[in-house]
């Protein structure tokens, strides 16, 4: 089976799917997707694809603030925990940095991500890391805020493999998203050949980064397969057992997802000492 870590079940376009968000989830379990973590950008985010999770039992969320929302008041740590706890999400994210654009001054978007740190390390949840043109200032806050024993995820991750390797002597995994089939993308595809299997997602981030040959149209959580299919190409192994691993690391990672996993599954994670 394959795991969607990270998609944005609620800004999907569902065109191609006569506008129903289940034909879109249906087409992805059809690939043998059997698990989506839905990703929150905002705190009021978090009632609907609570919601949403409810009528999915495949469909687990995040709760978080994006660097690039632009909002009037901060939520503060107690706030941010209130939300996560009240809709039982199995991560905080997606947060960060991002200093490709200005919307968001640099010292607040740092805030934020320290607040959303704090918060999941007091709650020992995962966080989900959306890092750009910020590596040293988002490690630091990573070394100074996050539980090494908790860890956490630098999704759609497009820096350099030395920032990779010192997420994971923090304890993070590294995500992989549809850019790693984009032609331009061959120290991407390197870094995937390199870095530890036990420390690898996949995602897709839907509705964005579509991978090749899918380039142009609304990402879907079922092309998650081609992520992994660019992986096994780059490694020389089976696209099975991409899946495989990266499926048993999404269940290591996040610990609070384990109870919508397939009963075999768990029975397999728990055999293996993964939970």
């Given amino acids: 089976m ?10 999907l376009d ?15 379990r059809a690939r043998r997707v059997r698990q989506f973590l839905a990703i929150a950008v905002t705190l009021d985010d978090v009632p609907a694809l609570a919601e949403l999770a409810r009528r999915q039992p495949d469909v687990t969320i995040s709760a978080g603030i994006h660097p690039m929302q632009v909002l009037e008041e901060e ?8 939300v996560a706890e009240t809709h039982e999400v199995v991560a905080i994210g997606e947060t960060g940095l991002d200093y490709h654009y200005d919307r968001v001054p640099r010292e607040r978007q740092q805030e934020r991500f320290a607040n959303q740190l704090i918060a999941a390390r007091e709650l020992e949840l995962p966080v989900i890391v959306h890092t ?15 539980d090494p024993r908790v860890g956490g995820v630098l999704h759609c991750f497009t820096e350099d493999i030395d920032m990779a390797r010192e997420a994971v002597r923090l304890g993070f995994y590294i995500s992989l998203s549809g850019i790693i089939t984009f032609h331009s993308a061959g120290k991407l595809r390197e870094l995937a050949a390199r870095l530890p299997l036990d420390r690898l997602l996949i995602e897709t981030d839907s509705p964005y980064l579509a991978p090749v040959p899918h380039r142009g149209k609304p ?17 020389a192994i089976s696209v099975d057992e991409v899946a495989m691993q990266t499926t048993a690391n999404f269940y290591r990672l996040f ?21």
Avoid: M, T, Y
């Fill in 2 to 11: 394959f795991v969607d870590s990270h998609c944005h079940l609620d800004r």
């Fill in 14 to 28: 569902l065109s191609a799917h006569a506008g129903d968000l289940n034909a879109a989830l249906e087409a992805a």
């Fill in 75 to 82: 939520p503060d740590i107690e706030a941010i925990k209130e």
């Fill in 132 to 146: 750009r043109e910020a590596k040293e200032d988002a490690l630091a806050l990573i070394r100074e805020h996050s």
């Fill in 219 to 235: 990402n879907e959580p079922q092309w998650v397969v081609e992520v992994a299919e660019a992986i096994a190409k780059e490694r």
């Fill in 255 to 275: 610990r609070q997802a384990v109870p919508q996993a397939p009963e075999s599954l768990r029975q397999a994670l728990a055999g293996a000492g993964l939970v």
